[in-house]
C-alpha cells in the first residue's frame, strides 16, 4: 500500500483522531472530508453519503425502537416480576440466585436487544439481591451480572444484529433467528460455570417457592413472558417487518408496565424517551460515520485487497473462522462493540462470502465475539457498568468473571465449528443457506 | 452576567432535549399509527414511513449537535482516559483543530449540495429535499462552534472533562 496515498493519510489520520479521543463518529467523517479532499474529490459527498445513507435505510430505523423499548421495560415493574418467577423456579438449587440472574437474562433478552439496557435495567437490583446479608461476595455478584447480559443481543431481538445486517445485507429475520440456539449454548455454559463453583464456594439456596404459588406468580408475570412470542410471532408469521416489531415491542412494554403495573409516571415516561434520544444520537453518529467512511473504503476496493490477501494465505474456512474469531476477541479487549461491527465486519464480508461461510452463520459468530468484548478488560462496557453500580474494584469483578468469559469462549468455538447450531433454526423456518 | 449565561445555556440544553424526545415519541407514534392503519383499518399508508425515517435523519444530527453532551460521547479511550488533564488539553487542541478545520473547508462544498437538492421533493409529504437535508448545515455549523469553544477552553486552561464510559452508551 502506497503510505503517501490519500486513502493510507486518512486512515492515519482516523485513527490518530480516535486515539486523540476524538468522539469515534467525528473522527470518521473527518478523516473522510480529508480523503475527498486529498483525493481532488467532491467533499459535498461527505454529507451526500451520510443523508442519504441515513434517510434510504429503512431496518435501522428498529434501533432507537428498541432502546426505547428496553427503557419502557426498566421503568415498569417488569423486572420485579419476571425475577419473582424466575426465583421460584430456580432459587431452589444451591446457588439459587445466580442461577435466577441467568434464567432472567435469557428472559429479558427475548423482549431487549441491549446488552448495556439489560445490565443498566436488572443490574442495580440484582446486586441488591445476591449481596444481601452477605449471601454472595458483591464482585462475583457483579460479575455474574455482566456475563450474563452478553445473552441480551444474542438472542432475538438484536441491535447488535441489525446492524450486521445493515453492513452485510443478510436477512434480520434469520439472523434473529439463528441467535436463539447460541444464546441458550451461551446462557448453558454460564449456568454450569455457577453449578460448579456453587458446591465449591458453598453459595447459598433460596427458601423454595411452595408449589401452590407458581400459578400465581407466572399469572403476574405472563404478560412479561408473552413479549417474546408476540414480537417473534409477529415477525416470522410475515405480519410485521422486524423494524415495526421493534415499535410494537415500545408499545407492548409501555403498555404492561403503564397500564397493567401502573408503575409509569409522566416523569418516568419523559426521561425513558430523553434517555433513548440521546442514546440513539450517540449510536446515530457512529452510523452516520461509518457510512461516509464506508463510501471511502468502497471507493478504495478495500474490502476486494482483503480479500486477495487473505487469499494469498491459502485460510480455509475454518482457518479464516479462527482468524476473524482471535483477531474480534482482541479488538473486543480494546475497542467498542459497535464501532467493530460498522468499520472492522464489513471488510471481511467478500471474503466470508468467497469462501462459501454463510452470512447467518458468519453474523452470529461476529455479534458472540462482540459481545464477549463487553466483558473483557481493559474496554468492556459492561465491566465499567457493573463496577459503577456495586462500587466494587473492577480488578475484583475482573477475577470473578474469567470463570465465565472462558465457559463463553468455549460456547463461541462449539458454534464456529459446528455451524448447525447456528443454522438448524433458521433452516426450519425456510431459509436456504 | 457569567452565571446568567451558563443559566441560559442549560435553560437551552434542557430545551433542545425536549425537541429530541419530541422527535422520538413521533416516531414510535408514526409506527404505531402505520402498523393500525394497516391490519386494523386495512389501510396502508405511506407517509408515516415518511415521517420517520425524516425524524431518525434529524434526531442523531440535532442530537450530535446539541443535546450528547462531551462525557457521553463514544469514544476510544485507551490513551484519552489514561493521561492527566494537562495532555488532554494538548489531545483536546490537536483534534478541535483538526474538526475546525476539514468541517469549515467542507462547508461551501456541503451547501451547495444541499441546495442543489431542492430540484427533489420526497415522495409522500412533497417536501423539497433541501429543506430534509438542511439539518446537516446545522449539525456541521454546530459541531464547528463547539469545538470553537472546546479549543478556547483548553487554551484558557480548562481540561475537558474526565470520560465516562457508563454514559457514552452505544446501544449494543
Redesign the interface.
Known amino acids: 500500500m502506497n503510505l503517501a496515498s490519500p486513502f493510507s493519510i486518512s486512515l492515519v489520520a482516523i485513527t490518530a483522531l480516535a486515539f486523540l479521543g476524538l468522539p469515534i463518529g467525528h473522527a470518521m467523517i473527518a478523516g473522510s472530508i480529508l480523503y475527498l479532499l486529498l483525493a481532488g474529490l467532491d467533499m459535498g459527498t461527505a454529507a451526500e453519503q451520510l443523508l442519504n445513507g441515513m434517510y434510504s435505510n429503512y431496518v435501522i430505523l428498529s434501533v432507537p425502537l428498541f432502546i426505547l423499548a428496553a427503557e419502557f421495560m426498566n421503568i415498569g415493574s417488569m423486572t420485579d416480576r419476571l425475577m419473582a418467577f424466575c426465583n421460584a423456579l430456580v432459587g431452589r438449587f444451591r446457588g439459587g440466585l445466580a442461577q435466577v440472574n441467568i434464567l432472567q437474562s435469557i428472559i429479558f433478552a427475548g423482549m431487549s436487544g441491549s446488552a448495556i439496557a439489560d445490565a443498566a435495567g436488572t443490574g442495580r437490583m440484582m446486586q441488591a439481591m445476591m449481596t444481601r446479608d452477605g449471601r454472595y461476595p458483591g464482585s462475583y455478584a457483579a460479575a455474574l451480572t455482566a456475563v450474563s447480559s452478553v445473552i441480551g443481543p444474542i438472542i432475538p431481538p438484536s441491535i447488535p444484529m441489525v446492524l450486521y445486517a445493515l453492513v452485510s445485507d443478510a436477512s434480520i429475520g434469520f439472523l434473529f433467528l439463528g441467535g436463539v440456539v447460541p444464546g441458550l449454548l451461551m446462557a448453558l455454559s454460564q449456568m454450569i460455570i455457577v453449578a460448579t463453583t456453587a458446591r465449591a464456594r458453598n453459595f447459598p439456596v433460596e427458601k423454595p417457592v411452595p408449589l401452590r404459588k407458581l400459578p400465581r406468580i407466572t399469572w403476574e408475570a405472563f404478560p412479561s413472558l408473552m413479549m417474546p412470542v408476540v414480537l417473534l410471532g409477529g415477525i416470522y408469521s410475515g405480519v410485521m417487518t422486524p423494524t415495526e416489531a421493534a415499535a410494537v415491542a415500545a408499545g407492548y412494554a409501555l403498555l404492561i408496565s403503564a397500564g397493567l403495573y401502573r408503575s409509569v409516571s409522566w416523569r418516568d415516561f419523559y426521561n425513558a424517551l430523553a434517555v433513548s434520544a440521546r442514546t440513539t444520537a450517540s449510536i446515530g453518529m457512529l452510523i452516520a460515520g461509518a457510512l461516509v467512511f464506508n463510501y471511502v473504503i468502497t471507493v478504495e476496493n478495500i474490502p476486494e485487497g482483503v480479500k486477495a490477501l487473505l487469499a494469498g494465505w491459502n485460510l480455509s474456512p475454518v482457518g479464516f473462522l479462527i482468524f476473524v474469531n482471535i483477531l474480534l476477541l482482541l479488538l473486543g479487549c480494546v475497542l467498542e462493540g459497535t464501532a467493530i461491527l460498522l468499520i472492522v465486519v464489513p471488510v471481511f464480508i467478500p471474503t466470508a462470502q468467497a469462501l462459501g461461510i454463510d452470512l447467518v452463520h458468519f453474523g452470529i459468530v461476529v455479534v458472540v465475539n462482540i459481545m464477549i468484548g463487553l466483558v473483557t478488560p481493559p474496554y468492556g462496557l459492561l465491566l465499567f457498568i457493573m463496577a459503577n453500580i456495586s462500587s466494587e474494584p473492577l480488578r475484583d469483578i475482573v477475577r470473578d468473571s474469567l470463570p465465565f468469559l472462558f465457559a463463553m469462549v468455549v460456547a463461541l468455538a462449539i458454534m464456529t465449528f459446528v455451524p448447525e447450531t447456528v443454522l438448524w433454526l433458521p433452516r426450519l423456518f425456510g431459509y436456504q443457506g | 452576567m457569567n452565571s446568567s449565561l451558563r443559566a441560559m445555556g442549560s435553560w437551552l440544553e434542557r430545551r433542545a ?1 425536549n425537541i ?2 419530541a ?3 413521533t ?2 407514534a408514526a ?2 399509527l ?2 393500525a392503519f394497516r ?1 386494523l383499518l386495512g389501510l396502508p399508508i405511506g407517509w408515516t ?1 415518511e415521517i ?3 425524524l ?2 434529524w ?6 449537535a446539541f ?2 453532551s462531551e462525557r ?9 482516559g489514561a493521561v492527566g488533564p494537562g495532555s ?1 488539553r494538548v ?2 487542541l ?2 478541535s483543530f ?2 475546525i478545520t ?2 469549515t ?2 462547508l461551501p ?2 451547501v ?3 441546495t442543489f437538492m431542492k430540484v427533489e421533493r420526497s415522495s409522500y409529504l412533497k417536501i423539497r429535499f433541501d429543506w ?2 438542511s439539518i ?1 448545515i446545522v449539525f ?1 455549523v454546530a ?1 464547528i462552534i463547539r469545538y470553537i469553544w472546546i479549543a478556547w477552553q483548553a487554551v484558557r486552561g480548562v481540561a ?1 472533562d474526565e ?1 465516562d ?2 454514559k ?5
Open positions: 432535549e429530541a424526545a422527535m422520538l415519541a416516531i414510535f409506527f404505531l402505520q402498523i391490519y414511513h420517520s425515517v425524516v431518525w435523519l434526531l442523531v444530527l440535532w442530537g450530535a443535546v450528547v457521553e460521547e463514544i469514544r476510544f479511550d485507551i490513551i484519552y488532554r489531545m483536546a490537536i483534534s483538526a474538526v476539514l468541517y473547508i467542507s462544498a456541503v451547495d449540495y444541499v430534509l437535508f446537516y456541521a459541531t475537558p470520560f464510559p457508563t457514552a452508551s452505544s446501544g449494543v
